[in-house]
């Protein structure tokens, strides 16, 4: 019996030390740092058929490696597609991250059973009968789904020898451990050592491999950074619980953009793919209020109009309350000073909440012009045409600031049906002959008149 190693690791930032200390030297995090037991062995677990033993690379003429464009398997989600850049890479590693109840689960389970693949579910989190009933309420069943419930990768990987799966689906990296490792599963090393397995196994026999991983509460992938490194693409699947948009996002893309969004519902019977975000996050009301403005905003490279709410209200309390969902509050604290300097409307005793509806956040800095816009409503109670959207960023001493892609933005708005769009002077603007009226403004007097009249 080899001698047990133990190593210390920061759990936040992976970093390792011979011995424990309070503070992680390298991300100056306090009490992070832990011991886990580690036992370097020669044979590693992607070995077992002996197969990769004796092979070595060669060097290779770049210009005589193949490449297959088109060798990427699609999925029967345009969604999921959309956002890995037109399909899974064989051989790639995607991670999936995400709150825990965001649908992480469902999503892969909800695509491995429409694969047209032989896929293999592995999970160390849900037993086969929790896995089954799920599949019973997204009501599709499969014959090329195969669901295997093991944590242990040597397990593992001797069940993808038998049964030689197109693509295995990891729910999830955190529970996984692995022999050649004796900390517990979740901890750095573990999650460290299980991943290089899976890489190795990846890229040598071509199968992708999608992880799903936990993430902390600060919102970051749980585990070392050094797992995100590792893989090939991270998707980061957000959204608010209490409300069933989800947006499917990547943070990191070896082959293809990161700026590609797939928008999905979640239903009682699974995720619905939404192709017209637009049409669904605009309320349909026909009762006009004051205090509503609908926003022509970008989300990586899709248009989303979303309409943006607004309360002005006396303050009943000694200290006014700023409240905002959907919008960086420090942003709106901003705005409120520029509307009080410069345009005169006095705000500092009343009590201001915002809030995006349809539960999604946005940081696009075009829809100011909107959130401005619903403040002054509700303050002087008098409604913004319906028919009106805006798009503009403003700056500090109440100037409207032209924003990127403006064309497609007032393409998207007119499709929509929509007949006026408020936007800066300044943005150069290539489109022509629309039938949307574009109403240009420098300032942000210019909104009041234009707005309130
Ligand atoms: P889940 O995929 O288990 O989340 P994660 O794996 O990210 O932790 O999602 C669970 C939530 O989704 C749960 O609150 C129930 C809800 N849900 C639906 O609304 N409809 C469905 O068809 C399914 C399967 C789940
Ligand atoms: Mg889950």
Known sequence: MAKTKTAFYCQNCGTSFSKWQGQCTSCHNWNTIVEEIIQKEEKKSWDISGSTKNRTAKPTKISEIETSQEARLKTTSNEFNRVLGGGIVPGSLVLLGGEPGIGKSTLLLQLALRLPFKTLYVSGEESMQQIKMRAERITRNSDLCYILTETKTQNIFKQIEVMTPDIVVIDSIQTLHTDFV?????????????????????????????????????????????????????????????????????LKNRFGSTNEIGIFEMLGNGLREVNNPSEILLSKNTEQLSGNAIAVSLEGMRTLLVEIQALVSTAVYGTPQRSSTGYNAKRL??????????????????????????????????????????????????????????????GLSGEIRPVNKIDQRILEAEKLGFRKILLSKHNKIAVKNTNIKLILVSKIEDVVSELLG
């Open 182 to 250: 004796e900390s517990s599963a979740g901890s750095i090393s573990q999650i460290r050592e299980c991943t290089s397995e899976l890489i190795k196994f990846a890229k040598e026999t071509s199968t992708p491999v999608l992880l799903i991983g936990h993430i902390t509460k600060d919102g970051h992938i749980a585990g070392p950074k050094i797992l995100e490194h590792m893989v090939d693409t991270v998707l980061q699947f957000e959204g608010d619980r209490n409300h069933i948009f989800r947006i499917l996002r990547s």
């Open 333 to 394: 604290n901003m705005l409120l000073a520029v509307l009080e300097k410069r345009a005169g409307f006095r705000l500092g005793a009343k009590d201001v909440f915002l809030n995006i509806t349809g539960g999604i956040s946005v940081d696009d800095p075009a829809i100011d012009l909107a959130v401005i816009a619903a403040i002054m409503s509700s303050n002087e109670d008098i409604v913004i045409d319906k028919d009106i959207c805006l798009a503009g960023e403003v």
